[in-house]
């Protein structure tokens, strides 16, 4: 018989760990030439710290894993050592690849065992409020195999046949109903072997980590995103991320 003076291991509340994988290894081909986007500065600061400072804002983090530029791992170590982050976090730096699926790959490989629960956040959305971050961690811990935050969209969105010669005019195939769709952002929130699952099955080209797990057949559920949230991807961004901080200063009193 065993002894019941003491509780079985599976009723001891394990308390569940939550570790980011930051994909940063992107040219930012997009924004124009220049260093990788991740290191680009917004207001004298790279990129890809805001990024990071965002995940760590949350208490429930307690891992950040960068994904670095395959020739910028020391740079961007240097660049961790020189900033101010929180205590209670650790940091791990590993090299990206090719492609962004790749990158995220390599930093889920690189992930220590003890974490059940995985964010996947993109280092061009640098200013992600931590309540964004929260709701995503609350709704896996809650039993969602994967949660993606997103907005509902201020544009129509038209499907095409795309143009082979760049310019030329596009005839619409379909209009899905605007209010059905929403624009999806990051971080995005897994358990963690599902995640993994995903990774390890799926070889389409995806561009983002929850619709690998949608072709395993799982649900995935949307919370709310937030419109700070939104990816520097093209100039314009810069200077839309930019005068952010400087509202959330003015805000701050600075
Ligand atoms: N990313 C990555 N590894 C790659 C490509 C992208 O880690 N091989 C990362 C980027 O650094 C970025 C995120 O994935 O944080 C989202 O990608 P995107 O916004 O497309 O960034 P880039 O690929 O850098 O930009 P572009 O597509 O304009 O070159
Ligand atoms: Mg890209």
């Known amino acids: 018989m065993s002894d019941v003076s003491r509780p079985s291991p599976a009723a001891v509340p394990v308390e569940t760990r939550t570790a980011v994988v930051i994909p940063a290894a992107g040219k930012g081909v997009r924004l124009g030439p220049g260093a990788p986007k991740a290191l680009r500065a917004l207001n004298g ?66 992930l220590p065992p003890d974490y059940d629960i995985v964010l996947v956040h993109d280092a061009a959305r640098p200013l992600v409020p931590v309540d964004t971050v929260d709701g995503v961690i609350e709704a896996v811990r809650d039993g969602a195999s994967a949660v993606v935050p997103a907005l509902p969209l201020a544009d129509t969105v038209k499907e095409v046949e795309p143009a082979t010669v760049t310019g030329e005019p596009e005839p619409v195939v379909a209009t899905p109903r605007r209010a059905r769709l929403r624009a999806v952002q990051t971080p995005q929130g897994f358990d963690r072997a599902t995640l993994i699952r995903a990774h390890e099955t799926v070889t389409d080209d995806v561009t983002d980590d929850a619709s690998m797990v949608e072709q395993l057949g799982l649900t995935v559920v949307v919370v709310p995103g937030h419109e700070e949230a939104f990816k520097v991807t093209r100039p314009l961004d810069l200077v839309l991320a930019e005068a952010v901080l400087a509202r959330r200063r003015l805000n701050d009193g600075f």
Do not use: C, N, Y
């Not at 791992?73 to 990206?96: C, I, M, N, Q, Y």
């Open 45 to 110: 600061t790279p990129m890809l710290i805001h990024a990071v400072r965002a995940m760590a804002a949350s208490r429930a983090v307690s891992l950040v894993v960068v994904v670095a530029p395959p020739d910028g791992t020391a740079e961007v170590k240097s660049l961790l050592d020189a900033h101010a982050l929180p205590e209670r976090t650790d940091f791990l730096v590993v090299p990206g690849g090719e492609t962004r699926q790749e990158s995220v790959k390599l930093g889920l490989d690189a």
